[in-house]
């Protein structure tokens, strides 16, 4: 005669997986993607080796030494040494965080996290080097840029055979001048004029 199971069985099963579930997840490693990561900048990318490779490197071109208020730049990330590069597959990627401006992502092969990073998405993994932007903030501290560079050799594996690599720079901020605090507010400004004045016009004459 077969068992029935009752709802006392089920759920000592349900408690039993969850548990189990528990219990594997913290030594589950979490892997770099090819569509791009958050969260690393600092740490690197070590799912793909332990330690940074030694002839490896990340760098930006055109980060400020002193950054102007609310002025655009153009920033290129490239990577260099580590495995050679593929034929064909994943050549790299990246994840970039700056304590403060905002990131502009140029095309299809970066874009923005939840978070404000700037990291490379699937079709970036395909290079090495990226243009991006950066917006400056109106503020008088300096930016910490972090960005963790990834090298691969393009067989879609996180082994040892991949490189990575991590940098930082800093560009100082100035004292926000009154010019500069009524171009943070320009847009405001500018509806205001438009829809406001107006508005309140209209609401005299009908008054």
Known sequence: MQRKHS?????????????SSLLIAPSMEVFGSSHGIEGYS????????????????????GIPKNYSHGEVYQLTITLTGGPQEAE?????????????GDFISKDSTTYITENGEITHDHSGANQRTWDIEWKAPYSEEDV????????????????DGDDWSLERYTSYGSEVSLSDQILQYSDILIIIFLFGIPLVLLYRQKS
């Open 88 to 100: 064909q597959g994943h050549r790299g990627g990246f994840n970039l965080k700056a304590s403060d």
């Open 144 to 159: 910490l840029f972090t960005i963790a560079g990834n090298v691969v050799d393009g067989d879609h594996q996180p082994t």
């Open 42 to 61: 600092e740490t690197g990318c070590n799912c793909h080796g332990s330690n940074p490779g030694d002839d490896t490197y990340v760098e930006i071109i």
């Open 7 to 19: 709802l006392g069985d089920t759920m000592r099963l349900l408690v039993i997986i969850v548990l």
